[in-house]
């Protein structure tokens, strides 16, 4: 077989399973249970993966798995860093990674390959089902079962050779029509937008299982003009190996699990769901979407769906978004020139958006500040903002309590909260019921909560005994005080 990485799922299943952070489930219900179970599941300390079998109504070998970005060990082994239980030494592994995967990403164009595992089966014409695959209905109150939560969509720009990536979630319609929400920005949708301007058919192939990497990295804001592939090969170190659909021609990875392909044909629209959002809310009720006709569905035998599903944080993929949007922030500050950035973390409470912290080591008058605006307002941050809190480098960023303490007790707010009104909103903010203005504006805070420059030296020192103190009483007195 030619060199490259066909993004084999099964490959890091085995390697999960050896490392005890895989569970198998068998014969729970796509109807609610898998929706339930994973939500369950995520919410726990030192949670496994899932891996459902055995589910009622289809065939053993017909599975679904969960939970796969949610912990700091499987996500480091995603991203083939060093393998640690630690978040905060996967935060610093991560440190100025995805500004040089970025740069790295051109000398990595995907490798084709004539066929792999996902041709092990075939189905197309009548024989086109997508109901086939055991597709959860997630929640009670979703509008249909989503097939594509943990999925990746390939398309291709109607005027240049680009290929985008990205994870949008796919509703099944009926045996052959799937409906698929690309919110408006969204590259997927600028190149939807130029074929339906063409009146041409928009040619999509949703990959719906493969090594978590392809969703990992479909899902985030890689740039405009480069293909995530490219951008995965960087990561992996070297090409992804893809295969091509039959009638697209669309690029895949060669071992993916499923794979639908099909066009969305001008005007087809129908209502697509409701489905909850990454803040944890059902922000609206069904709405009109494109319509995916699929006309070949390419399989592995005994296919895996991955599945993550959103609900209120903590779910299924805040963990791995706050990981990746906090070092993706940290390499936009640094771009920006702002120097003695310690740490951020942006929280997965606020769905990795809405609540962001950085820590710095003061070194002027108006350094915290700032850090606070850029960070609140750079490309990666500007977009469904709120919340955006400085503090000193004593205080742990990804620790709600101590950043809570630091704004209980180092900033005033008459001082020290700066509001920036008529910034980037958005129609998924739940807040959005409130927005006075038709255009989708919102507001930002940016709370200085570092000691005022001016009173470094006289500010009141912290009533805590020093790291010394209690590292030496945690070495004397082990039996009480565990590492
Ligand atoms: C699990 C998951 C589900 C997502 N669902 C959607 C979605 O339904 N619609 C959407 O526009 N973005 C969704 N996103 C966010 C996009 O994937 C993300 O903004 C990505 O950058 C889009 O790719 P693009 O930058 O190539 O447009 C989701 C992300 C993840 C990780």
């Known amino acids: 077989m030619a060199g490259g990485n066909p993004l084999d799922l099964r490959a890091w299943l085995a390697k999960m399973e050896e490392s005890g952070n895989l569970q198998g ?16 599941n995520v919410k726990r300390e030192g949670h496994s993966a899932l891996l459902f079998d055995e589910i009622p109504d289809y065939p053993a070998g017909y599975r ?63 024989a086109v089902d997508v109901l086939k695959f055991p597709a959860p209905l997630w929640h009670e109150a979703d509008g249909g079962r989503y097939i594509g939560t ?14 985008n990536v990205g994870t949008y979630r796919v509703m099944v319609h009926d045996a052959n029509h799937v409906g698929l929400d690309m919110v408006s920005g969204k590259h997927g949708h600028i190149q939807y937008q130029k074929y339906m301007a063409a009146g041409k058919p928009f040619p999509v192939c949703i990959v719906i299982g493969a090594d978590p990497l392809c969703y990992l990295i479909s899902g985030i804001e890689v740039p405009y003009g480069i293909c995530e592939f490219n951008y995965i090969g960087a990561v992996l170190g070297e090409p992804v190996q893809v295969v091509r659909g039959e009638l697209t021609g669309l690029p895949f990875p060669a071992a993916a699990e499923i794979v639908l392909e099909g066009w969305i044909h001008p005007g087809d629209t129908r209502l697509e769901g409701p489905f909850g959002e990454f803040h944890g809310y059902y922000q609206a009720g069904a709405k009109p979407a494109p319509v995916v006709t699929v006309e070949r569905v390419y399989h592995r035998r005994n296919p895996i769906i991955v599945g ?40 997965e409470i606020g769905g990795a958006r809405m609540l962001t912290v950085a820590s710095i080591q ?27 809190i400085v503090v000193d480098d004593d205080i742990d960023p990804s620790n709600l309590s101590e950043v809570m303490w630091a704004v209980a007790t180092r900033s005033d707010p008459e001082r020290d909260i700066d509001i920036i009104r008529n910034a980037m909103g ?13 255009a989708m504006y919102s507001s930002r805070a940016i709370i200085d909560a570092c000691r005022p420059f001016d009173h470094l030296q006289d500010f009141p020192p912290v009533a805590e005994a020093s790291p010394e103190l209690r590292e030496e009483v945690r070495r004397r007195w082990s039996s009480i005080l565990p590492l």
Not at 25 to 36: D, K, N, Q, T
Request: charged share 20%; aromatic share 10%; with cysteine.
């Open 362 to 388: 003061q070194r002027y008058a108006g350094h915290a500040r700032q850090c606070g605006h850029i960070l609140s307002q750079c490309g990666v941050g500007a977009y469904m903002g709120r919340y955006t």
């Open 25 to 40: 489930i068998r014969g729970a219900h796509w109807r609610f249970e898998l929706g339930a179970i994973s939500e369950l």
């Open 64 to 126: 679904v798995l969960t939970c796969t970005t949610s912990s700091p060990y499987r996500l480091a082994s995603i991203l083939r860093g060093p393998l640690t239980n630690d978040h905060h030494e996967l935060v610093r592994w991560l440190r100025g990674k995805p500004k040089a995967w970025e740069s790295q990403a051109k000398a990595f164009d995907p490798v084709a390959v004539e066929t792999g595992p996902v041709f092990e089966h075939v189905d197309a014409g009548d």
């Open 426 to 438: 958005s129609k998924n903010d739940p807040m959005s019921v409130a927005y006075t203005s038709k």
């Open 308 to 347: 993550s599903p959103p609900a209120k944080p903590p779910n299924d993929y805040s963990y791995s978004k706050a990981v990746m949007r906090s070092a993706l922030l940290l390499d936009a500050l640094e771009a920006a020139g702002v120097p003695g950035v310690t740490s951020v973390w942006a929280h």
């Open 150 to 163: 943990g999925c990746a969509v390939v398309t291709k720009d109607y005027d240049s050779d680009w290929i």
